[in-house]
């Protein structure tokens, strides 16, 4: 299902309940992956809430942790925010094409003077005018999608903080 920096995660099948259930282990038993999944396991098992996915088994298999948890079905985040963006992916590549941007162009460093912000009807890019109808709506126009899954996950982030977890590798 996924691979991470010290782990790997299978679909897997818990022998006992025949539950659907995602399996994550370590790529090696180098010890600093061993101790992170064991803290990992360790955490998790006296988390409770909602927004947690839960373990239901873990153990060692040849000496390497491993842990089961409840298997999650549907869409990730990464494709969630893939499908709301998708339509406006093509013209940055049409612009790019066009040279109003450059690929290694930074976008948002770039200092900007008073004679330069935009006017009322449209948006200054370098020597082209974007009008207000290419403008990118906010969140791909899926705002109200985008606010019910980021604020149960940004709750979840407020919980684990309060009880002192921090998670430093946050991904879709």
């Known amino acids: 299902l996924g691979r991470g920096g010290m782990g790997v995660v299978y679909r897997a099948r818990h022998v006992t309940s025949e539950q659907a259930v995602a399996l994550k282990t370590v790529h090696s038993a180098a010890p600093w992956t061993l101790d992170s999944l064991r803290r990992e396991i360790a955490a998790l098992s006296r988390i409770h809430h909602p927004g947690v996915v839960r373990i239901v088994d873990h153990g060692t298999h040849l000496g390497r942790p491993w842990y089961a ?12 925010g893939q499908r709301i963006w998708s339509p406006y992916r093509q013209s940055v590549v049409a612009m790019l ?16 003077s008073l004679e330069d912000l935009p006017a009322a009807d449209g948006v200054s890019l370098g020597s082209r005018q974007i009008g207000l109808d290419e403008r990118r709506p906010v969140a791909g126009g899926q705002l109200g999608a985008v606010l019910a899954v980021m604020a149960p996950l940004c709750a979840t982030l407020a919980f684990l903080h309060g009880e002192g977890f921090i998670n430093c590798d946050l991904k879709p």
């Open 69 to 80: 948890m409840a298997l999650l079905e549907g869409e990730s985040l990464r494709r969630f």
């Open 97 to 112: 094409e066009e040279g109003a941007l450059s690929s290694t162009q930074p976008l948002l460093t770039q200092t900007v």
